[in-house]
């Protein structure tokens, strides 16, 4: 990352009706004056990056595989993140150190994924730029491998994610692990108008989109992270919208943007733009800064011309505008942050968070795109990596167009 080859512990489509996007031709720099250039800021840092991803080869699930899980080669498996062994009963089930990350937990298919998520985020943005098929080929390879072909492929179901030792082979709040292929799905969508997309590639990724966006809104471990009312619940909402706006299902849409309304807003956020259910964490500083991501990609891929999410605003006065105002001076002044630091990680935040550059491109706030602009844009932290999905700007900003 950063320009280089990628670590190689990290290392190792859709019918033309849903294609609409035009080709990078139709990516505009944006400038919310003349002092900002979307375009120009990320070319260098894009073009950089795809060059050393072009041979990267695929890896999936199944090139990794972990004893404790009760699934197969082809299932996507994980472990909850602040589980540790009992130091009074070190062989029995986990207990839990809420924010204390243990370093021994199985997490090469979360690894497998974010790198898929940091390939195609790159190698498309890089196509959009310059409409070279160089970039959108390998991208297509990585597509065949993890939704395609049946030897490698993912299956379309998370029944094994964050599993925790002596206690459950798999629980609903796993299915958070496969936010990082919002910006494969994203990207997908995009490539539709490459020749090396062919159509009965597109048929086979929007496929294995539409049955995974199925399974997380009718099995039980959806619909209990579907209603969870914390960060969890937002980010089913980001994928939910990321792959339904990849395969067209507007129901889902329009479930996603009454929930944005009506409980993101109006029940999770409180009369100051903050999150209370973050703020109690042992990480507040960084849960506050992913829930606002996590916020901002709703607002990116659900809203409409008439139903903007941005610009909503409840009976009581909550908003994306009032969340911004909330964060965004901490962000740009960490040590004004008024409230516990956090347990872990406290130095590596914050980076180049979408939802400032979201949010200053909407309402053209000069100051907040420079706070964003000097921020790191490729963190190497793979905690910071895991809770930042949203990566590759170019792929959420561009003009849609006939």
Sequence with gaps: ??????????SRFLIPLFCWLPFTASIEAKKTNHSFDLRAVE????????????????????????ERSSGDRHDFYSEGDYWWPNPENPEGPY?????????????????????????????????????????????????????????????????????????????????????????????????????????????????????????????????????HPNNHGVCWSLQAAAFADFVGNEEILKWVRSQFRTVYLAAMMDEHGGFPAE???????????????????VAQ????????????????GRSMKLGIEFISPFIADK????????????EEWPVRHPSLLFSGLKTKNTAHLKIWEKLEPDPKTYEVLRNLPLRHPLLWVEKKGS
């Design 335 to 346: 040590g004004k942050w008024p409230y516990d630091r956090d347990v872990m990680y406290w």
């Design 1 to 10: 990352m950063g320009g280089e080859k990628m670590d190689r512990s990290v």
């Design 301 to 316: 891929i659900a809203s409409t011309e008439k139903n903007d999410l941005w610009q909503f605003v409840t009976p009581g």
């Design 279 to 297: 703020l109690k964490r042992t990480k507040p500083y960084g849960y506050s800064l992913f829930i606002m991501d996590a916020m901002a990609g």
């Design 43 to 66: 070319t260098p840092r894009i073009l950089s990056k795809a060059k050393g991803y072009l041979r990267e080869l695929p890896r999936t699930v199944t090139a990794d595989s972990c």
């Design 95 to 227: 207990i839990r150190r809420d924010g204390e990350t243990n370093p021994a937990n199985f997490i090469a298919h979360r690894k497998s994924m974010i790198r898929l998520s940091e390939l195609m985020g790159t190698l498309v943005s890089a196509y959009l730029l310059t409409g070279e098929e160089k970039y959108a080929r390998p991208a297509v390879r990585h597509l065949r491998a993890w939704f395609v072909e049946e030897d490698t492929k993912m299956r379309p179901s998370l029944l094994y994610g964050q599993a925790i030792k002596g206690k459950y082979t798999g629980r609903s709040i796993g299915i958070i692990d496969t936010l990082h292929l919002v910006e494969v799905a994203r990207g997908a969508k995009l490539l539709c108008t490459s020749p090396s997309f062919k159509v009965r590639d597109q048929k086979a990724v929007r496929k294995w989109f539409a049955e995974y966006l199925n399974w997380i809104n009718t099995h039980e471990y959806g619909l209990k992270e579907k209603m």
